[in-house]
């Protein structure tokens, strides 16, 4: 049984839509992964001039790729590679022939065609249609562009482009990530134009498609619903520069003459995909006459040649009057087998308006298009063989079944000694609104579920779980006086300025903080400090320290993560050391700009939301250690407020480790990023350092994870609060009660099931913080667990029977510190270690 459920475990799942923003990474042309065989040209100058030493930075042969002869303006000569899979291109870089000094080409300018399948190749075009692409200013710089809109292929061909009769060498790198959707085109009917009255008509076309327009009809392409773009709850205001109203979304009307009361659009496929579930990202501004879709039917066909399957897939969406947020709607596909997919969708209102599709699917096993009679006995015997090993494995499972009957001791009491955590799809669900994942370097959950996938995960409350006592009254350590269960805990609580300093979160008899389990996640975001006595009902200017910083010296760079009533934007702030004067925070810039994050509440925010950001501003002025994220500055003379903190150059921690391998003479001869034993010790020393700190407060983080741990270019670590509102980290949290977000994999039992974040809770999560770190973020903890699967292993650990999981020990990790993390999570809080005592024990192994 447990062999069995190994396998369902261990099944692939696909990833979900790409951020084009973080799928930048270099795809192998220097280091070597594509390979010379798939590297081809129309042309070369010489053998030491062909195409295997078009490589980014590599010397090898005569030091580029170049075409034969003198290039003419007229000439197409090109170089062609095979990324061997579909990938999603968004960056190229281009360099000349060096050649140790001696080269003196390189191309000024260069087009790519692209093709998915090597027979069709389509010519690419920014959003304002220019095909030309800047290319180098001399023989040994690099020079990068960002592919807007992102190419889909597996197939690139790079067209250097020249206004005069030249010599053209060229070297090049390609970056991107995988295309884990597998669709190929998609066919819908073209969007069409809005009149306002007091706008010019808003185009809702699809720009981008680089498919066929036929009658009104695209068929045969890709376009801005695969781009990674998500569309603004205001469809009349856009994301890119330069363009027109409404540019963001592809949309309908519903009383255009033939469209029957839905939208019909057909999706193709590299290969033969079981499907889980579709998202379509839809704007539901109903004042403008705009919702999602009222309810979709789809239907499957094997391979391209075949009839449509008679038996359709139909859901529909629970409609919203209320909340006019653009959202993602997720449609089960009940893992059906397809090759293409037809899907009408049906209109809720006048327009419907889509900005992204994308598909979550698992390669099926290929099967042929046309049956060999011959076959028919061997595939007869097969199955016969397939039914007798299941009915006896079925035997097998009974048997020990009942084994396990007779030697239980007793049964088990399951309302009065157990937590059950359940998942419901009744009716307090909401529509999924959780962006995509984009894919990062982990193994998704894969493990079943008894959920309705196209719904929010929501909690059916267990009565004990409503009345945390009746658990505490259970274990020892959990029993507190009512007046002690008061204290230490969220600030939302109304009689928590009655504790006292000694009172709260004292290591040598941890408590349990009351919280508000919804509050862990503040206005923009980001998680929330739970600290003691905390009011701000009093709370003015002359109460915050930090000082004022003139609003229009903070640049715009890139938007970080939003919450209900703020967001967090990366931003330059000029001039920020000289207004900060001697004494700054803030390291040594050798003159360049200071990046710091800048979280700002939204003007349409609550008085409960204002408050609630104030008081995160009277938190954050209070911490001063250079292991935790300073607020530098706010901006709260007019509105919108905003807080100004630190932001560092590497950004997280863990972008900074996925993106690594450890130090090693491989490394070292291949130029691979790599990071050492000590380093990584060295970081684990800071954040203990940093934990250290914030206990010191009597504050309780709630969410520490290497993606709260900013770190520059010296490997300085800081401890962040904003990870939780990052869209590139979604797949890190559990939705609860359709409202708060839980980082339950880094969670201690007892704040899964009982709502309780502690000094003891912040030390569990520092050991899953460990993990990570030696893992080098490489894989998400529980990887082979779903979300439910972890929260069932949460009430294990209270049951404290033996069945726990826990982490494996990472190959990097020494015994020792392997040992520590194991402490971290003992199922008794009083056996965890100290953050006093993790710093006193990991210092040491740092070489000062």
Not at 350 to 358: N, P, R
């Amino acid at each position: 049984m447990h062999l069995f459920l190994l396998l369902i475990l261990q099944l692939p799942a696909a990833n979900g839509q790409i951020d084009p923003e973080h799928c930048r990474y270099a795809l192998g042309m220097e280091d070597g992964r594509i390979s010379d065989e798939d590297l081809t040209a129309s042309s070369r100058w010489y053998e030491t001039t062909g195409p295997q030493y078009a490589r980014l930075n590599c010397e090898g042969g005569d030091g580029a790729w170049c075409p034969e002869g003198q290039l003419e303006p007229s000439d197409s000569q090109y170089l062609q590679i095979d990324l061997r899979r579909l990938a999603f291109l968004t960056l190229f870089g281009t360099q000349g022939r060096y050649a140790r000094g001696l080269g003196k080409e390189f191309a000024r300018e260069y087009r790519l065609n692209y093709s998915r399948d090597g027979q069709l190749w389509k010519s690419w075009k920014d959003r304002l249609g220019k095909e030309v692409l800047e290319g180098n200013k001399n023989t040994y710089g690099v020079f990068s562009n960002d592919l807007k809109p992102p190419i889909i292929a597996r197939y690139v061909r790079v067209i250097p482009v020249t206004r005069l009769s030249t010599t053209v060498c060229m070297r090049v790198e390609l970056y991107g990530c995988p295309w884990e959707d597998g669709l190929v085109s998609y066919s819908a009917p073209e969007g069409q134009l809005m009149m306002l009255p007091s706008y010019p008509h808003i185009s809702l076309n699809d720009s981008t498609y680089d498919g066929v327009r036929d009658k009104r009809k695209l068929s045969g392409g890709l376009g801005q619903l695969t781009d990674g773009v998500t569309g603004q709850d205001n469809f009349l205001k856009t994301r890119q520069y330069k363009v027109w109203l409404g540019y963001d979304y592809l949309g309908w009307r519903n009383d255009t003459p033939g469209t029957r009361g839905y939208v019909e659009m057909e999706f193709v496929f590299d290969r033969l995909r079981n499907f889980t579930s579709m998202k379509v990202h839809s704007n539901n501004m109903f004042s403008r006459g705009v919702k999602i879709f009222s309810s979709v039917s789809c239907w499957f066909k094997p391979y391209l040649t075949a009839s449509w399957e008679p038996e359709a897939v139909s859901f529909s969406t629970i409609l919203d009057d209320r909340n006019p947020s653009a959202r993602y709607v997720t449609v089960p596909l009940n893992h059906r087998t397809a090759r293409s997919i037809r899907c009408r969708f049906y209109y809720a209102d006048v327009w419907m308006m889509f900005s992204e599709v994308s598909f979550q699917s698992a390669a099926a096993p290929s099967a042929s298009s046309t049956s060999d009679e011959g076959n028919t006995p061997i595939l007869i015997g097969c199955l016969v063989t397939i039914i007798l090993l299941l009915v006896i494995i079925i035997f097998l499972i009974l048997w020990c079944q009942c084994v396990c009957k007779v030697l239980e001791k007793a049964p088990r009491q399951i309302l009065d000694e157990e937590v059950t955590v359940r998942l419901s799809s009744c009716s307090d669900t909401i529509i999924l609104q959780t962006p995509p994942v984009p894919p990062r370097s982990r193994h998704p959950p894969t493990g079943p579920t008894n959920t309705d996938p196209y719904y929010e995960r929501v909690f059916l409350l267990d009565p004990q779980y409503q009345n945390p006592a009746m658990l505490r009254n259970k274990l020892p350590e959990l029993s507190q006086s009512a007046e002690a269960s008061a204290c230490g805990g969220g600030y939302a609580e109304p009689d928590i300025t009655q504790c006292t300093p000694h009172q709260s979160f004292n290591n040598s008899a941890p408590h349990y903080a009351e919280t508000d389990i919804v509050r862990l996640q503040g206005v923009t975001g980001s998680n929330m400090y739970a600290v003691p006595a905390l009011t701000v009902d009093s709370l003015t200017r002359k109460d915050i320290s930090a000082a004022e910083f003139p609003r229009h010296q903070l640049i715009f760079r890139e938007k970080l993560g939003e919450g209900q009533f703020g967001e967090v934007h990366l931003c330059e702030a000029e001039g920020l050391p000289e207004f900060l004067g001697e004494g700054s925070p803030l390291p040594d810039r050798d003159g360049r700009s200071v990046l710091v994050a800048v979280k700002q509440l939204r003007a349409d925010a609550t008085g409960q939301a204002r408050n609630d950001f104030l008081k995160e501003i009277k938190i954050m002025s209070r911490l001063d250690d250079p292991n935790i994220i300073r607020l530098l500055c706010v901006c709260v003379s007019s509105d919108p407020l905003c807080m100004v903190t630190e932001y560092m150059e590497n950004g997280d921690l863990n972008m900074f480790l996925s993106q690594r391998e450890i130090e090693s003479t491989l490394t070292h001869a291949n130029n691979i990023p790599s990071v050492s034993l000590s380093d990584l010790l060295h970081m684990a020393v800071q954040i203990s350092s940093g934990m250290k700190y914030l206990a010191s407060l009597n504050f309780v983080h709630r969410d520490l994870a290497t993606r709260n741990c900013l770190l520059d270019r010296r490997l300085t670590i800081k401890i962040a609060d904003f990870g939780m509102s990052r869209n590139l980290y979604s797949s890190d949290y559990y939705r609860i009660q359709g409202r708060a977000v839980l980082p339950i994999r880094w969670m201690a039992w007892e704040s899964i099931l009982l709502g309780k974040f502690t000094t003891a809770s912040d030390v569990w999560a520092f050991g899953v913080t460990l993990w990570e770190i030696f893992t080098l973020c490489k894989e998400q903890p529980y990887s082979l667990l779903s979300d439910e699967q972890v929260i069932e292993n949460s009430g294990e650990f209270f049951r404290n029977q033996g069945r726990q999981i826990f982490l494996y020990a990472p190959p990097l990790c020494p015994p020792s510190l392997f040992e520590l993390m194991m402490r971290c999570w003992s199922r008794n809080i009083t056996d965890r270690p100290t953050f006093e005592g993790l710093y006193q024990a990991l210092r040491p192994h740092v070489n000062q």
